[in-house]
């Protein structure tokens, strides 16, 4: 039980931050994409409909001071941002991120190996944050869950990939009466 509570620590300490606060919504489906913009970038996303799922990246809550959100980044270069907990910005938002930006991503995954990482890092281990990483680019569709023991080179490369998006100007998404 001790190397329990200790692990728990451990990797509650890499993945909790910010101040507390809750709240939880729905991602919203993205906005349609014109085929030129999907044609300038064809190593991103799929081959299925024209704003396919480039990016997915999921901070769940811990039962400290985690941060918990969701991005989904879309091939167009649309993006929603879920704040759920222990962030800035709680609830959905939504901002355009750039061609330039979404090839900066693609190169960081490739930089740090994450086509290479297993599927899964995980323990017997309930109470801490997990982070969920997809990417689908240059005909690969990938997920990583780690929640322990995930190589250090995973956790730098979704800190990379935090600072790219997190500053984003994300404005609030209002819902349609």
């Not at 451990?10 to 507390?20: D, L, R, S």
């Not at 919504?25 to 994409?33: G, H, I, K, Q």
């Given at each position: ?8 620590l ?11 606060k ?12 014109a ?93 801490i ?44 998404v209002?819902?349609?009466?």
């Open positions: 039980m001790k190397h329990v509570i200790l692990l728990a451990a990797a509650g300490a890499f993945a909790c931050n910010g101040p507390k809750s709240a939880a919504t729905e991602s919203a489906p993205p906005e349609p994409v085929e030129m913009e999907v044609a300038q970038a064809p190593r991103f996303g799929g081959n299925g409909k024209a704003d396919s799922l480039f990016l997915y990246l999921e901070r769940t809550p811990c039962f400290g001071t985690c941060r918990a959100y969701r991005i989904d980044l879309y091939r167009s270069g649309y993006a929603t941002f879920d704040g759920r907990g222990h962030v800035e910005k709680m609830g959905l938002h939504s901002a355009r991120i750039g061609q330039d930006t979404l090839s900066t991503l693609l190169n960081l995954a490739e930089q740090h190996g994450f086509y290479g990482f297993e599927a899964k890092y995980d323990a017997e281990v309930t109470d944050a997990s982070t969920v990483l997809r990417i689908v680019a240059n005909g690969q569709d990938k997920q990583v869950f780690a929640r322990v023991g995930q190589p250090q080179a995973f956790k730098k490369l979704v800190g990379e990939i935090e600072g790219l998006l997190l500053p984003v100007a994300w404005k609030p209002v819902p349609k009466p």
